[in-house]
């Protein structure tokens, strides 16, 4: 059964490292061309269709910043 | 069919969020330190665990002097190396809590030595979280008893000279000799699944305290890119190909159940 995800940046207080985006197993993730309050090109997802709510990205943010959904379809 | 985003980001589809022992705070962390990271694993075990009320933790000097601000648990804050001493305290006074120390290379394994060992050859029942990150962070990227072969710091801007400055300093080979340390183990946290298998291991180390074999010790390898001049993703690449050859990952004792 496939599984597909979403998450949610919260953007003000992510701080841009990239790794998350280094860590989606999916290539879902990018750093944003737009920054956020504090002047970090902050992580969104740039290839929604492809998320699977894998959770690797959320486990390996160092500031937790990203909440995960997930559903089987 | 691909499915809206808004029908998937709803409360019953939620898969992980941030755990509440970890406060609102924004971290004071560099991006992409590896101090977060391993502050959120301790929390989510503490949350899993339901031990809040149940813990105390000793903060370090270095990055993490103010990692009780981003923790809602019990804390103290020790002087520079001296977190195992009062960790040492706290346990005899409150022997029924789980007591950690949180500590970084310079402070652990340079002006801290004598009181991690003593810690150990006394069998203290604690755990000790050591963040090895291979230099100074806090104080400017200076070198460290742990930098590397060769190393380039602020201190020795041509790199480690084991000629002169000597070699790296393996506390966690070190104490494992003592029999007053249960559990010894090197982990990492640049990749989830490293970073799943950390959390374990903290895990273990919190519930051996039940056990009352003595100190439980988990190295994990880090990186401090600010000061290794390295963008976060390169930073943790070059700790895989570089740290871990001289810090290898896995288990080095284990009298735990
Ligand atoms: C008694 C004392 N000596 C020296 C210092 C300066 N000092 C502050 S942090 C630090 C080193 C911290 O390095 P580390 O433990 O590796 O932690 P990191 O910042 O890398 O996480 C030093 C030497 C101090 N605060 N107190
Ligand atoms: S890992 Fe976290 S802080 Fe870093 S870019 Fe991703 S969401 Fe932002
Ligand atoms: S200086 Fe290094 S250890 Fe300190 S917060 Fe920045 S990256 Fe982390």
Request: aromatic share 8%.
């Amino acid at each position: 059964m496939a599984m597909k995800g979403a998450i949610v940046v919260d953007i003000e207080k992510c701080k841009g490292c990239g790794v998350c985006v280094a860590n989606c197993p999916t290539e879902t993730l990018a750093l944003h061309k737009e920054v956020n309050g504090k002047g970090y090109n902050y992580s969104y997802m740039a290839n929604p269709d492809t998320c699977t709510g894998c959770t690797n990205c959320a486990v390996v943010c160092p500031d937790t910043v990203i909440t995960v959904y997930r559903v089987r379809v | 069919m691909i499915m809206d985003i808004k029908d998937i980001i709803k409360p019953e589809n939620l898969v992980y969020q941030k755990t509440s022992v970890l406060t609102d705070n924004a971290m004071h962390y560099c991006p992409g330190c590896s101090h977060g990271t391993v502050h959120k694993l301790i929390a989510e075990i503490i949350d899993e665990m339901g031990i809040q009320d149940k813990v105390i933790g000793v903060s370090p000097v270095g990055c993490a002097v103010l990692a009780y601000n981003y923790l809602e648990i019990d804390w103290q804050q020790a002087a520079h190396g001296r977190a195992p001493a009062l960790a040492t305290a706290t346990k005899r006074l409150y022997p029924n809590k789980y007591v950690f120390t949180y500590q970084g290379d310079g402070d652990l394994a340079s002006i801290g030595t004598a009181e991690i060992i003593h810690a150990c050859s006394r069998g203290e029942n604690i755990t000790v979280i050591f963040i090895n990150n291979g230099i100074y962070g806090m104080t400017g990227g200076q070198m460290a008893p742990t930098t590397l072969p060769g190393m380039k710091t602020s201190t020795s801007p041509y790199g480690r000279d084991t000629s002169t400055m000597g070699f790296p300093l393996k506390i966690a080979d070190m104490i494992a000799m003592l029999p007053g340390v249960c559990y010894v183990t090197r982990q990492s946290v640049q990749t989830p699944v490293a970073a799943r298998k950390a959390k374990r291991a903290i895990a273990k180390a919190f519930r051996g305290q039940e056990q009352c074999k003595g100190l439980s010790f988990i190295e994990i390898v880090s990186t401090c890119n600010s000061g290794w001049k390295m963008t976060p993703v390169d930073a943790n690449k070059w700790m895989e190909e570089h740290m871990f050859p001289e810090y290898p990952l896995g288990d080095i004792k284990d009298y735990l159940q």
